[in-house]
């Protein structure tokens, strides 16, 4: 009898917080919990190719729905082999559904119980995304991981707005599960619900009840502050099932990954590392390092003493150097370094969960990055 493709095994709850670690099986391999994936926007991690990407530790990238869908086509992408192939992954991919670009960026949107209409912003056609489209496009894709089609509000909202958006988003979750045919795909759900109690735990319940193999918390990182999604977090991952894995969409910053691991999150994505990368800002253990400022200009240090990554082997100086001089060098290695960082503190998370000193380990970091204790409730 062989296995089945996915699996998701509870390692080690941590004694301190809510942390846990753990290890989730794809059809292209096991990654450790929890994790974080770089995001592929258009088939390539910006400015990382493969084998780089493979080496700042990453084990699970994301690819993007929306950005492939309008180019080259997920025919394209099909008949290059899939994703994995098009783009020489080997390793275990998640896709979005394109929910959040669609509703975030798509020119002259649309929506009804259907699905959405929009305009593409490449070419000006007319496009159209349901449940069932975003599902076939992702199985055309092939990745490992394909998440369901929602409707993803800015916060703040009005609740009525949250509240029906959240059940559309619970309606639009069971037909993707009715129309996912792929056996070597998984399918994960995407609790939404904005900043409300009330709303998070009827759109879990109803997604726990439709049984998927992992839970997404999507909604947060759209305008509110950092305590706002923290307490969010807090009363969301406790209607979660403890024996599958949980995903924190589209978060964050360093601090924001740990905050969620300590709140039960074992996976993650995020542009940061690439984005500031691109524009001369390093993340090290003692904060983010601006290479544009003057102060480098003569630094023989590199950016992190501790990084064995293809950046840190230059020194503060000819990187910021790359940048005055607009070299694309300049932004693809301090990519590298930011991804490596991204990995290393993931690798050292784990460490701690295990070890059972993760509140110590959040705290220590902290204080390394500058930043004050975040308050679970509220200030405004
Ligand atoms: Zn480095």
Known sequence: MTAPAFGFELLHREASTRARLGKFRTPHGVIDTPTFMPVGTQGTVKGVDAGRLRETGAQMILGNTYHLSLRPGEKTVAALGGLHEFMKWDGPILTDSGGFQVFSLAERMTFDET????????????????????????????????????????????????ADAMRRSVRWAERCKVAAKRADQALFAIVQGGLDAELRAESAERLVALDF?????????????????????????????????????????????????????????????????????????????????????LDREPLDPNCCCLACRHSRGYLRHLFQAKEMLG????????????????AEARRAILQNRFQDFLIEKRRGWGIREASATPDR
């Open 115 to 162: 699905g959405v209409c929009f305009k593409s912003h490449i070419d000006g056609s007319k496009i159209e995304l349901s449940p069932e489209r975003a599902v076939a496009i992702q199985e055309d894709l092939g990745s490992d991981v394909a998440m369901v089609f929602d409707h993803v509000v800015a916060l703040p909202n009005e609740r009525d707005v949250v």
């Open 331 to 346: 932004p693809m290695l301090v990519s590298i370094h930011n991804l490596t960082y991204y990995q290393r503190v993931m």
């Open 213 to 297: 193999v992992g839970y997404a918390i999507g909604g947060l990182s759209v305008g509110e502050l950092p305590s706002e999604m923290y307490a969010a977090l807090d009363f969301t991952t406790p209607l979660l099932p403890e024996d599958r894995p949980r995903y924190l969409m589209g978060v964050g910053r360093p601090i924001d990954l740990l905050e969620g691991i300590a709140r039960g999150v074992d996976l993650f994505d995020c542009v940061m590392p690439t984005r500031n990368g691109r524009n001369a800002l390093a993340f090290t253990d003692s904060g983010s390092v601006r290479l544009r400022n003057q102060q480098y200009a």
